[in-house]
């Protein structure tokens, strides 16, 4: 099975494909979909352009989205929830289940506290993935997503087989 991740961003969107067996976990690739400043609609374009060419490229069989949290400005989290319909959307209309995760459920899969650093993530990342080179903190955040998920399928599949 392969997984991606992703990492919803209007400027920066990070997506991460890890390939799953059993219970190992494997780095496929990761990077980050750049969009410049300007107007909305080309941006999410870009981001959307170029998630469809990585799930076509990487063909992965699952996918797992982190869901945007609300902060002071709204505007600012309105135009991410735009770069998030694109993260949902892509994977989508390719087939692709998808699986969503709070921001805290993510660090605490990974690193296992729910309010970890960016930087502890980073560092986890690399130890259960090891050889991994990260093209920056936002693909970092996407392969941890990934990772989230496959903890959860792994869970759900267990789970399913105690109970035949």
């Given at each position: 099975?392969?997984?991606?991740?992703?990492?919803?961003?209007?400027?920066?969107?990070?997506?991460?494909?890890?390939?799953?067996?059993g219970p190992?976990?494997?780095?496929?690739?990761?990077?980050?979909?750049?969009?410049?400043?300007?107007?909305?609609?080309?941006?999410?374009?870009?981001?959307?352009?170029?998630?469809?060419?990585?799930?076509?490229?990487?063909?992965?069989?699952?996918?797992?989205?982190?869901?945007?949290?609300?902060?002071?400005?709204?505007?600012?989290?309105?135009?991410?929830?735009?770069?998030?319909?694109?993260?949902?959307?892509?994977?989508?209309?390719?087939?692709?289940?998808?699986?969503?995760?709070?921001?805290?459920?993510v660090k605490?899969?990974?690193?296992?506290v729910g309010?970890?650093?960016?930087?502890?993530?980073?560092?986890?990342?690399?130890?259960?993935?090891?050889?991994?080179?990260?093209?920056?903190?936002?693909?970092?955040?996407?392969?941890?997503?990934?990772?989230?998920?496959?903890?959860?399928?792994?869970?759900?599949?267990?789970?399913?087989?105690?109970?035949?």
């Open positions: 099975m392969k997984i991606i991740g992703i990492d919803p961003g209007l400027r920066n969107m990070g997506w991460g494909v890890i390939a799953v067996d190992r976990l494997r780095h496929v690739a990761n990077g980050i979909i750049h969009s410049e400043a300007g107007e909305l609609g080309p941006r999410l374009v870009v981001l959307y352009r170029g998630l469809c060419a990585v799930i076509a490229e990487h063909a992965p069989t699952a996918a797992a989205v982190e869901q945007t949290f609300v902060n002071k400005d709204a505007v600012g989290t309105l135009k991410l929830g735009q770069a998030r319909g694109i993260a949902l959307l892509a994977p989508a209309e390719a087939g692709i289940e998808i699986g969503e995760y709070a921001p805290n459920a605490k899969s990974v690193v296992g309010h970890a650093a960016k930087e502890q993530i980073q560092h986890m990342v690399r130890f259960m993935l090891p050889g991994v080179e990260l093209a920056g903190p936002d693909a970092a955040d996407a392969l941890a997503i990934a990772i989230c998920h496959a903890h959860h399928l792994q869970g759900r599949a267990l789970r399913i087989k105690i109970s035949t």
